[in-house]
């Protein structure tokens, strides 16, 4: 029995969601904001931050979620759910880090 009950929390606890700044930037890839001027650059940043910060306190909830169903019950609910988002706060700190590099090559200020 105990080892049926370590097994399920070992399981459930590498389910779990991610805090949000625990999860890695996805490639996005150097020439998707070739075109955009410093301007286009400023104004697409910011509504990936809001993105990023709506994501993040999603996940954050999500998180917290899976910890406490892991503690009463041996399981991830929120991750099960579908509430985990770690997939599109990756995908979104990549365009943003493709912005900042963008940036940068362009001398934007």
């Not at 700044?21 to 998707?32: K, L, S, V």
């Not at 954050?60 to 579908?82: E, N, Q, R, T």
């Amino acid at each position: 029995m105990k080892k049926i009950i370590a097994l399920v929390t070992i399981v459930g606890v590498s389910a779990c969601a991610k805090q949000p700044d625990q999860i890695a930037a996805a490639d996005i890839g150097n020439n998707e904001y070739r075109g955009y001027s410093c301007k286009q650059l400023a104004e697409t940043e910011v509504k990936y931050q809001q993105a990023l910060t709506n994501l993040s306190a999603q996940q954050k909830s999500a998180a917290s979620g899976d910890a406490w169903g892991v503690f009463l019950l041996g399981l991830p609910i929120s991750s099960m759910s579908g509430s985990d988002k770690e997939t599109a706060i990756a995908v979104t700190k990549g365009h943003l880090q493709s912005i900042e590099l963008e940036k940068i090559r362009k001398s934007c200020g």
